[in-house]
C-alpha cells in the first residue's frame, strides 16, 4: 500500500466520517429512526444528524450515543491499555520528556 493511501485510511475527517457511519448501522439494526435515538440520548435531532453524517460532535454526545446503542464498552476500551513502545530508545524519550517537566 502505499503512502497516501495509508494516509487516507489513517486521516482524522475519513475516521470521524466512519464512526458516524457506524452509528448509523447500529442504530438501523435496532430498527430506531434517528429521531427515536435523538430522543433516547437527549440529543436534538439535527445534532445526531450531524453525528451520523460527519461524525462531527463533542465526545460527550459520542458517549451519550454510545451508551444508549450498548456500545459504550468498546469506547471505554479505547484507551484502556497501556501505552506500547516500538522501541528502548522510544521509551527512554518519554521518560527523558517526563522527568524534564518535573
Request: zero cysteines; aromatic letters at 4%; a positive charge.
Amino acid at each position: 500500500m502505499d503512502k497516501i493511501s495509508t494516509f487516507q485510511l489513517r486521516n482524522p475527517n475519513h475516521l470521524i466520517r466512519q464512526i458516524g457511519q457506524r452509528i448509523r448501522e447500529h442504530r438501523k439494526a435496532r430498527g430506531w429512526s434517528q429521531a427515536e435515538l435523538a430522543e433516547r440520548a437527549g440529543l436534538s435531532l439535527s445534532t445526531l444528524k450531524l453525528l451520523e453524517r460527519e461524525g462531527k460532535g463533542s465526545l460527550q454526545r459520542l458517549a451519550k450515543v454510545a451508551v444508549i446503542l450498548d456500545l459504550d464498552e468498546g469506547l471505554r476500551q479505547l484507551f484502556s491499555g497501556t501505552p506500547s513502545y516500538a522501541s528502548l530508545d522510544e521509551v527512554q524519550a518519554t521518560h527523558r520528556r517526563s522527568d524534564r517537566s518535573r
